[in-house]
Each structure stands twice: as structure tokens, then as C-alpha cells.
């Protein structure tokens, strides 16, 4: 079955960007979609973006616009989500979620990756 | 996109029932059957325990189930069990590919 295991904890300046990848096994990668959701200290979840490896089209939580950039790389089955004008609001764990593209469900998530935003 | 709205916290004894609900609007729950309920434990990633509504995924106790009336989701657990303690969140479509979770409930058992 498969399993998405992303990358590791990060420490940003405000202002300055952040990519976190994510890497499925075990399933077909390009036939599905890849969401982003980010959950800050003690907060609720929110869905970020979603990407889909077969036809490389991604969509993204209007709040993001501008600010989100989600690709895949197929050849070896990753996801990434670059977040850039880093601000502490940012300060989350930011977790990917596989989807199927006709509907709007997430499973399974990675682990989650802590990104936090200090001067 | 607003949160859609659950209750902070819903709180019941072992063996007993709870229903958390979901409330968004004629625009997202009320309009898409494609409302999913997610589980998560203190640290842990979110897990998916409903989705389109009313469909379990494999692996998933019978004791979880969903519903649906108007612009209103809900989450029913029946037979609480200890192991039911946990964060629960709804999900649901919202249209032009974008999508909106709940404000979250606490589950005490």
C-alpha cells in the first residue's frame, strides 16, 4: 500500500522561502492527487493546494495564491510544496495527503513537517 | 472559504454514543456529498475515517458512520471506547477545486 514520507524539519527567517517534498512508495503516484494541509500550534487543519502528477495541473486554496507553488517530479514519485514570504503565521506542520482527483478525500498523509518561522 | 463549524468539545462515557456535527453552507456541504471526517491523536497525522459522506474505508471500525441533512454533516460513534479520544475534523468540497475543513472536536471519553 502506499506510503508518503516527507522531509525533514526546517527553521526559516521571515521573508524567505521553504520547500518541503514529499515521496510516495508502494502505489501508483501519477494517477492521484497530492494534497498539501498545513495545522499551526494548537490550530485546526487547512487544506493548502493539491497537485495532479498525470496531467502536472495544480490548484491551490485562494488564501494561498501567489505565495504557494506545488510540483511533482514523476520520475520519482515526489511531491513539493514551496511556500515563499515566510511570516510566523506560518509557523505549522505542513503535511502532504494522497486524494483521487474526482473526489475530495485524503489517505494516506505523511508524517507531517514542522516549518518554523523565527527572526 | 469560513471554517465549517463543530462544537469545540463533545464528551461521553464508555460503551455510550456521541454525534459531533458540521455546519457550513448551501455552497459547500449543503451542495457536494463529498464530506470526509478525519481522526487524530495528539501528535499523530490525521486519519480518514468517513468519506463521501456515509463511506467507511477498509479497516475503519462499523462503529464509525456519517450522515448528512441540508447544509449539516455528522459524525456518529457508537460503542465508545477509550481508544475514541482524539481530535475529529470534517472536510468538505467547496467547488473550483478547493476545499474546507472544520474548526475541529475534541472527543473526551
Known amino acids: 500500500q502506499v506510503q508518503l514520507v516527507q522531509s525533514g524539519s526546517e527553521v526559516k527567517k521571515p521573508g524567505s522561502s521553504v520547500t518541503v517534498s514529499c515521496k510516495a512508495s508502494?502505489?501508483?503516484?501519477?494517477?492521484?492527487?497530492i494534497n498539501w494541509v498545513r495545522q499551526a500550534p494548537a490550530q485546526g487543519l487547512e487544506w493548502m493546494g493539491r497537485?495532479?502528477?498525470?496531467?502536472?495541473?495544480?490548484n491551490y486554496a485562494q488564501r494561498f495564491q501567489g505565495r504557494v507553488t506545488i510540483t511533482a517530479d514523476k520520475s520519482t514519485a515526489t511531491a513539493y510544496l514551496e511556500l515563499s514570504s515566510l511570516r510566523s503565521e506560518d509557523t505549522a506542520v505542513y503535511y502532504c495527503?494522497?486524494?483521487?482527483?474526482?473526489?475530495?478525500?485524503?489517505?494516506?498523509w505523511g508524517q507531517g513537517t514542522l516549518v518554523t518561522v523565527t527572526s | 472559504q469560513s471554517a465549517l463549524t463543530q462544537p469545540a468539545s463533545v464528551s461521553g462515557s464508555p460503551g455510550q454514543s456521541i454525534t459531533i456535527s458540521c455546519t457550513g453552507t448551501?455552497?459547500?456541504?449543503?451542495?457536494?456529498?463529498?464530506v470526509s471526517w478525519y481522526q487524530q491523536h495528539p501528535g499523530k497525522a490525521p486519519k480518514l475515517m468517513i468519506h463521501?459522506?456515509?463511506k467507511r474505508p477498509s479497516g475503519v471500525s462499523d462503529r464509525f458512520s456519517g450522515s448528512k441533512s441540508g447544509n449539516t454533516a455528522s459524525l456518529t460513534i457508537s460503542g465508545l471506547q477509550a481508544e475514541d479520544e482524539a481530535d475529529y475534523y470534517c472536510?468538505?468540497?467547496?467547488?473550483?477545486?478547493?476545499?474546507?475543513f472544520g474548526t475541529g472536536t475534541k472527543v473526551t471519553v
Open positions: 495527503a494522497r486524494g483521487v482527483a474526482s473526489t475530495w478525500w485524503f489517505d494516506p
Open positions: 508502494g502505489g501508483t503516484f501519477s494517477a492521484y492527487a
Open positions: 497537485i495532479i502528477p498525470i496531467v502536472d495541473v495544480a
Open positions: 448551501s455552497s459547500d456541504v449543503g451542495f457536494y456529498n463529498l
Open positions: 463521501e459522506v456515509n
Open positions: 472536510c468538505s468540497y467547496a467547488g473550483s477545486s478547493d476545499g474546507v
